[in-house]
């Protein structure tokens, strides 16, 4: 059965980093574009990034060149680096995996940045 496994959230000062882990099982997940959303309080799910299986990499405008994603594909985990974390990051993050028509979610973890 497929399963991931968010980790690394907490709490934060703005300006502060963090790095989420995501940790695959059940099967292999080499062929899945492998991403990450995240919630805020109060409103809809958003992308903040994605990786293909090629490594090509997608980002949110408003992450972009803050936040970093990458996959180890031998260990079945992706991660997110966040640096310069501001207040608007504060939201629950849950890691994605996706392959023709397959789509996974873990039950996300929270990142709150606050002084």
């Known amino acids: 059965q497929a399963q991931l496994v968010e980790s690394g959230g907490g709490l934060v000062q703005p300006g502060g980093s963090l790095r989420l882990s995501c940790v695959a099982s059940?099967?292999?997940?080499?062929?899945?574009?492998m991403g990450w959303y995240r919630q805020p309080p109060g409103k809809e799910r958003e992308l903040v990034a994605f990786i293909t299986r090629h490594g090509s990499t997608t980002y949110a405008d408003s992450v972009q060149g803050r936040f970093t994603i990458s996959r180890n594909n031998a260990v079945n985990t992706v991660y997110l680096q966040m640096n310069t974390l501001k207040p608007e990051d504060t939201a629950v993050y849950y890691c994605?995996?996706?392959?023709?028509?397959?789509?996974?979610w873990g039950k996300g973890t929270l990142v709150n940045v606050s002084s």
């Open positions: 994605n995996a996706y392959f023709n028509a397959m789509d996974y």
């Open positions: 059940g099967r292999s997940y080499i062929f899945y574009r």
